[in-house]
């Protein structure tokens, strides 16, 4: 493939949005492992009779769905994005957080027998890692675009 200035200009328009998906991708999955995994083992304990037998079978769908969401708030940032600032991103961030929090949170807790403080604690700390996944983002982005 030959170099020309139209596709280093393809590439680093780009560069910023997959980078930021990978890498958000990356710490989303190392954020949840020790959130649901240590933080709240026994907390989560409550939901391993609802859980799935095969769990383990379909956890590579999760992962895709972690990719997705990282992916996807990304690609709404660069959307979104007009100064780069950290509370533009802030505000994307809590958009984002607000949307995911309605999605699987509480609606979750509407489904499901689970406890309203379980949610809560979810709840906090998804809003904790959508603020993180704005900073990763904007740091990306401003160490690449003007």
Do not use: C
């Amino acid at each position: 493939m030959v170099k020309t200035k139209e596709n280093q200009k393809q590439v680093k328009k780009y560069f910023p949005l997959i980078s930021a998906s990978l890498i958000i991708t990356l710490f989303a999955l190392l954020w949840n492992g020790f959130i649901h995994l240590i933080i709240l083992k026994k907390e989560n304990a409550v939901l391993s009779s609802i859980h799935r037998p095969d769990i383990n079978e379909k956890m590579w769908i999760s992962i895709f769905v972690t990719l997705a969401i990282a992916t996807l708030f990304s690609f709404s940032y660069s959307k979104w994005r007009k100064t780069g600032s950290y509370k533009e991103s802030l505000f994307h961030s809590l958009f984002f957080a607000v949307l995911m929090i309605v999605v699987v949170d509480l609606n979750q807790y509407m489904q499901y027998a689970i406890p309203f403080v379980l949610v809560a604690k979810w709840t906090l700390f998804g809003l904790a890692e959508f603020l993180i996944y704005g900073l990763i983002i904007t740091f990306i982005y401003r160490k690449h675009l003007p």
